[in-house]
């Protein structure tokens, strides 16, 4: 079985992005939504990056940016991949060129499949509780997994809740390509903690082995 790839978001400071690299962590996220807690400046996106080994795909988040806006952070940090939280259509997350991965609300109670079938150029759908009245990213609840149809065909990146305590358990119900968190490895918001995050990256390595 192909081991769970993990994605660590809302990094805000470089020795978290390198803790997370050097515990395992396939990808980092950046938020670029001013409207997020956990929102870093282009100055302190370059300083994260910069520190970061090879083979770790730094991502950029972003909820329904001005296109310019997405361009001009695009031209002074060295992103890898581009995340869409919001109300994007196809033809904007297309435009960046750039791989990228499609939000879906599940809170909202949506069709997975329609997501799946519209954004047929995403890397992945990244199916996270936001949605209805759970706000965008970092809330730290989780929804129900038996929502998600086994009828993906793109590869989906779990979120919402996910924690050392649940994640092996999410990986073996689900079986995602890839985990993604963010609260659930932080001592406060923003500042990712050391022995969560080790703890997550063992659980996750759990998960797979509960899944063989």
């Known amino acids: 079985m ?27 996220g950046l938020v670029f939504y001013p409207g997020s807690s956990r929102a870093v400046d282009v100055p302190t996106a370059r300083r994260i990056i910069a520190v970061l080994p090879p083979f770790v795909t730094v991502v950029g988040l972003f909820v329904d940016a001005e296109p310019a806006t997405v361009r001009a952070i695009l ?10 939280h ?14 990228y991965i499609k939000a879906v609300p599940m809170g ?24 209805g009245a759970t706000p965008v990213g970092g809330s730290g609840q989780r929804f129900d ?7 993906m065909t ?6 919402g809740g996910l924690n050392p305590y649940n994640v092996a358990e999410a990986i073996r119900q689900v079986r995602p390509w890839a985990v993604d968190v963010s609260s659930g490895v932080e001592s406060a918001r923003g500042i990712k903690d050391i022995v969560l ?16």
């Open 145 to 151: 997994w038996t929502m998600i149809a086994d009828t």
């Open 197 to 212: 995050l080790r703890a997550f990256m063992q659980a996750v390595e759990e998960g797979d082995s509960r899944a063989r």
């Open 86 to 99: 919001g109300q994007e259509d196809p033809d904007y997350c297309n435009s960046f060129g750039l791989p």
């Open 2 to 28: 192909t081991r769970t790839r993990v994605k660590i978001c809302g990094i805000t400071r470089p020795e978290d992005g390198l803790a997370a690299a050097r515990l395992g962590a396939d990808a980092i």
């Open 108 to 131: 909202a109670g949506v069709a997975v499949g329609d997501y799946d079938s519209r954004f047929a150029a995403a890397a992945g759908l990244l199916l996270d509780s936001h949605g």
């Open 154 to 159: 793109k590869p989906s990146i779990l979120a």
């Open 75 to 84: 031209q002074q940090a060295p992103l890898g991949m581009l995340q869409f």
